[in-house]
């Protein structure tokens, strides 16, 4: 069965800092693979995913199938980035989705 | 507006009493699922429905019922709650079950 991993549960950076989000996965063949982050108070929503290939709120991220991974990044952390992020992972044709256990993120003044 | 709405989102109940949490999505989205999400374990799935009538088990299906009798609809029914049901559950709804959209969360606590 598939399987998320998001081996760090917390991560805290400076402002103007950059962040790193690992994300591992362990499928054999080509799943599609999804970052969505919960802010305080607010419910869970999907940030970006990796066949759209684009940049959101300056969140890039790269599937590296040989790694099997899909690591979050950003060059400037800024406070309204304090958030919940969670990896999740698709195989094809299965409506399932399953998730990392999540890494909260604290970017610091 | 389009959304994923849940009720109630906060209950407190005792042991065995019978439960049910509503989801609701005015997006005509074929697929649903429940969650929950409880600290160091992240989000785990314990029910989807590709569809009205068609339903089956996520990871964490034991003690939790559901029904898709309606598109729009898909309740969440603890037929004997325990207290390691305790727990913040999310409902979520897609057109396809990858860009899932979620509700506002029910956190509830079983005595």
């Known amino acids: 069965a598939q399987r998320v991993t998001q081996p760090e549960k917390l991560l805290s950076v400076f402002k103007g800092a950059p962040v790193e989000l690992k994300c591992n996965y362990s499928?054999?063949?080509?799943?599609?693979l999804f970052w969505y982050v919960q802010y305080s108070r607010q419910r869970l929503q999907l940030l970006l995913r990796?066949?759209s290939r684009e940049s959101i709120k300056g969140f890039t991220a790269d599937l590296n199938k040989g790694e099997t991974s899909f690591h979050l990044k950003k060059p400037f952390a800024q406070e309204e980035d304090s958030a919940m992020y969670y990896c999740?992972?698709?195989?094809?044709?299965?409506?399932?989705?399953?998730f990392g256990a999540g890494t909260t993120v604290t970017v610091r003044a | 507006e389009a959304q994923v709405t849940q009720n109630p989102r906060y209950l407190i109940t005792v042991t065995g009493k019978k439960l049910t949490v509503t989801c609701s999505q005015n997006?005509?989205?074929?697929?649903m699922s429940w969650y929950r999400q409880d600290p160091g374990l992240g989000l785990r799935q314990i029910y989807y429905?590709?569809?009205?009538?068609?339903?089956d088990k996520g990871d964490v299906p034991e003690g939790y019922k559901v029904s898709r009798k309606e598109k729009r609809n898909f309740p969440l029914i603890l037929e004997s709650p325990s207290p390691n049901q305790t727990s913040l559950y999310f409902c979520?709804?897609?057109?396809?079950?990858?860009?899932?959209?979620f509700g506002p969360g029910t956190r509830l606590t079983v005595l």
């Open positions: 979520a709804s897609s057109l396809r079950a990858g860009v899932q959209f």
């Open positions: 990796h066949i």
């Open positions: 997006m005509n989205h074929e697929y």
């Open positions: 999740a992972l698709k195989v094809p044709n299965d409506y399932k989705l399953s």
């Open positions: 429905s590709m569809n009205v009538e068609v339903t």
């Open positions: 499928y054999s063949g080509s799943p599609e």
